[in-house]
């Protein structure tokens, strides 16, 4: 597998990575997966203005622009002979090499690393169990609306769902809300409307949450878990996956996922809207 590596394009085994890059000792770094298939980078321009966004809001020297971080990817995607796969894109981003401590150089020089991953199998409409989290969201932390590579309350509650027999987990946030799942958004449908979580409840910023939204296919409410169970249905989205129905939800008996009608609608307005 060949990788980009700040400038170069090497085999992922020859990557000579600093023992003192801040994304690796402080977990101080943004990230972002985008798909590629038919030949095009999924939403990209929406996938670039996350990313730098994120770097911004951050403070990262971030400055390759929209275009010539494009031209990386495909250039990327040819070298590994990927064009006509299915893939999953992960650009991360890191403050680069610094002394020890916290403080951080004003003109600190990032780590840029592109990695591909293919996407062998299908999970589109595949029905999912959730568990519930025991690791509350902190919604007042900007870290909870942007991919950073501080990961592991995601990282340890996927784990923990696995363990006890579900896929993911549904994070609730400090004021008891619902927020989102370990690796997707979640929508769910009350009285033929379908709500997502705004992003002040400590959301992340998915992508095709966003295509949701931008379409009018979704409006935002906050919602408590014990609403949460009242929904008719409920999906998850992220950008990898597009849309999976919720079957069930930890120890509660309801199932969401019946409604095969609703669902075939929903793709059918997601692909003429071309969301997927």
Known sequence: MIIYANGKYILQNKLNFDISDRGLLLGDG???TMLYQDNELIFYDDHYARLNRAAKLLYFN??????ELKKIILKLIK?????NKKVAIRTNITRGISKRGLDFEKN???GLYIKLNLVESSLLLKPIKLNIANIRRNNTSPISQNKT???LDNVIEKNRAARLGYEDSIFLNIDDKVSCTTTSNIFYVQKNKIFTP????GVLNGIIRGQFLKKKIATTRSTTLNNL???DNIFLTNSIFGVRPVRHIFAYKKKFDDDKNFYTNLLNILESKKIL
């Open 198 to 201: 705004p992003l002040k409840d």
């Open 30 to 32: 943004v990230f972002d």
């Open 149 to 151: 590579l501080n990961y």
């Open 229 to 231: 169970i009242k929904s």
């Open 108 to 110: 600190h020089m990032i």
């Open 62 to 67: 971030f400055s390759i622009k929209n275009e």
């Open 79 to 83: 070298k590994n002979n990927f064009q």
